[in-house]
């Protein structure tokens, strides 16, 4: 089972710095364009939130590591670092107005959202996302080579895709945060 965890950047607000971690803060300080700040912050904030949800602990207390694989600065994909309990495989995607996380306890995720009217190609935009989604998951080892699922994005002119591991079974659970009142879509399983 995989979950799908989507927010906007409506949900971007100085009550979300306080779950935030000072590596994280930095990132925001760094940002220039409010958008590009609020995407980011949303973003963090939601991943502590979805795997708050999943293992009982408190968002701030979750420890995220995102050391690049390349260069070792903290500008990788993010990956779940707490010791004493089983730590979650995430993805992370955000674009225009909405922010996306995947989680799964059985092997690695890949999620990608994009805002069609960004693309060069809009017609384009399905491969774009499922293909993106398979790399995020790919990229994290051999288990990762799952199927692809298309995903319900709950704004118009959006789509989305999730790589689910290959033991992980077929369905996904969508949740909504801070609420649903911004999405088109309700709560409840997507196959
Ligand atoms: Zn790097």
Redo the contacts with the bound molecule.
């Keep these: 089972m995989v979950f799908v965890w989507w927010s906007s950047l409506t949900a971007a607000g100085h009550g979300l710095l306080e779950m935030l971690d000072p590596a994280e803060r930095t990132r925001l300080d760094s940002l220039d364009r409010p958008a590009d700040r609020g995407r980011s912050m949303v973003g963090a904030a939601l991943l502590r939130v979805a795997v708050a949800s999943h293992t009982g602990i408190a968002p701030a207390d979750v420890l995220v590591e995102r050391t ?6 903290p ?2 994909a993010p990956r779940i670092a707490n010791r004493a309990m089983a730590a979650p495989w995430v993805s992370v995607s955000h674009s225009g107005l909405l922010v996306v996380v995947a989680l799964s306890a059985r092997g690695p995720v890949g999620v990608d959202v994009q805002r069609v009217s960004d693309l060069a190609d809009p017609s384009a935009a399905p491969q774009w996302v499922r293909r993106e989604a398979l790399f995020k998951a790919r990229s994290r080892g051999p288990e990762g080579r799952g199927l692809v699922h298309e995903l319900e994005a709950p704004l118009a002119g959006y789509l989305a895709a999730v790589a689910l591991p290959a033991d992980d079974g077929q369905d996904v659970v969508i949740r909504h945060w801070p609420d649903r009142g911004w999405s088109l879509r309700g709560e409840g399983s997507q196959k």
């Excluded at 690049?68 to 600065?73: V, W």
């Design positions: 690049c694989e390349e260069c070792g600065a500008h990788g």
